[in-house]
């Protein structure tokens, strides 16, 4: 029996319908861009694996430090113990984050980086003795899949059987350029009729919505009026933290602030779960006092994991390398020449890119997980690339170390889609 065939006697799969699509494909080796499966054909990981992998698959300086880490120290409770693994790593990630970013909290995904962010939040005003109970959120945002975080996103359309336990939250639209003085009137009228302890948003590009990109100086200013009515900002960085934008972090495009800051995906460059929550000593000290009960009594029992730990500072050794540096910014500028050789397709409705990140949209209605996508799916992997496409966006996000060999194949590709749909 082939892994396909096996795969489908004990195992269930996230985000998928398995009666109408009951095939996996069997991946059974990655190696820099490339995915190998079963029957031993390759395909380019044009989006290296969910925004993960950024230095590519099994990089081999990534592997051996962790090769290294893992027959020096595999696990420790990090409630009662330190390690030199999380402690460089502090200080790794204090000297490339924003500029109020003290403190590092572990968590082991995303969307547990959310989760913690949303409680570091709630206690935080909890501490002073105020309640507060709402969050502010971007139209079409998302943070997760835990409660906590599907409260916060909006791209909620599957969340039918959950919805009547989420959390209140008030939905602003992205600021395009034009729309900053009305958003800014519409938190004025939110924040009088509620008592909102935090605006969480995705800075600059909405990953899931479909790398939907906003305008940072309205950004900006909506923070700033966020800051100035004593709200807590957090920035859920972790599909565009470490590099993805240009620069390390999102929020650099940015003037003001967040407080708090939510990491996952390539924090760990796609080898093993881990994820950070990182924030202001301000809030920090607001967690400080005589009673434990003022601590933050949040902890998963794989905390600051110090493989976990050994990969992410091998990873920002890695960004912060001229070589990587120097192939972002190659990257960029090949996308910028190939939105420009294709955004008078009549197929194309709008392009647009960031960094490594491309976006284009199709001339067409589709919906997120329909025909389209699914047709689009197979075109591509038949013809050696992984992109996933949702509704009428084709989208990538290729390792840093993706070749302009490979970075052209996957355009050709995405021009030869063009002609099928
Ligand atoms: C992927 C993602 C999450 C959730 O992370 P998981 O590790 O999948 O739980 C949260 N926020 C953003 C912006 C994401 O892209």
């Known amino acids: 029996m082939t892994l396909k065939e096996r795969d489908k006697k004990h195992l269930w799969h996230p985000l998928k319908q398995h009666q109408t699509h009951p095939n996996s494909l069997a991946i059974v080796k990655a190696k820099g861009c ?5 029957e031993g054909k390759s395909y380019i990981d044009a989006i290296s694996s969910w925004y993960t992998c950024m230095f590519g698959h099994c990089n081999d300086y990534i592997t051996s430090r962790v090769a290294e880490q893992m027959k020096t120290l595999d696990q420790i409770m990090f409630s009662d113990f330190t390690h030199q ?8 990630l204090i000297k490339i984050l924003p500029v109020n970013q003290n403190r590092i909290f572990f968590n082991d995904n995303g969307s547990t980086a959310v989760e913690a ?24 945002g998302f943070h997760g899949d835990t409660f906590g975080a599907m409260s916060m996103s909006s791209l909620s359309v599957y969340n039918g059987p959950f919805e009547d336990f989420l959390m209140t939250i008030h939905r602003i639209p992205v600021p395009d350029g034009t729309n900053t003085e009305a958003i800014l009137n519409q938190i004025q009228t939110i924040i009088e009729s509620d008592l909102i302890a935090g605006f969480i948003y995705e800075p600059l590009v909405q990953g899931a919505a479909g790398m939907k990109i906003h305008d940072s100086d309205g950004l900006n200013e909506i923070l700033n009026c966020f800051k100035s009515n004593g709200i807590l900002t957090i920035a859920d960085e972790v599909m565009t933290g470490f590099g993805k934008t240009g620069k390390y972090f999102a929020s650099d495009h940015v003037s003001t ?8 995906k390539a924090l760990t460059a796609g080898l093993v779960p881990m994820a950070i929550t990182s924030c202001t000593e301000t809030i920090y000290k607001a967690f400080l006092g005589e009673s434990i009960a ?44 190939f939105e420009s050789k294709i955004q008078n397709h009549p197929k194309v409705k709008s392009t647009r890119s960031i960094g490594v990140i491309l976006a284009i949209d199709l001339n067409t209605t589709a919906e997120r997980y329909g025909d389209l996508r699914d047709k689009l799916l197979v075109f591509f992997m038949k013809n050696g690339v992984f992109l996933r496409p949702l509704g009428n966006t084709i989208y990538i996000q290729p390792p840093y170390v ?15 889609a063009l002609d099928i749909v």
Do not use: W
Not at 34 to 38: M, N, R, T
């Open 117 to 140: 962010a949303i409680k570091m939040a709630l206690q935080y005003y909890f501490n002073k003795g105020e309640k507060r109970s709402s969050f502010i959120a971007f139209e079409n």
């Open 402 to 416: 993706v070749t302009e060999e490979e970075l052209q194949k996957v355009y050709s590709t995405i021009q030869k």
């Open 34 to 38: 490339h995915l190998f499966d079963e």
């Open 257 to 264: 602030k967040p407080d708090i800051i939510c990491l996952s």
């Open 294 to 337: 003022t601590g933050f009594m949040h902890c998963h029992t794989y905390s600051a994991n110090p493989i976990a730990c050994a990969a992410a500072i091998a990873a920002i050794e890695l960004l912060q390398s001229d070589a990587i540096q120097n192939n972002i910014t190659r990257i960029a500028n090949a996308h910028k020449a």
């Open 85 to 92: 693994p999380a402690i460089e790593l502090s200080e790794a």
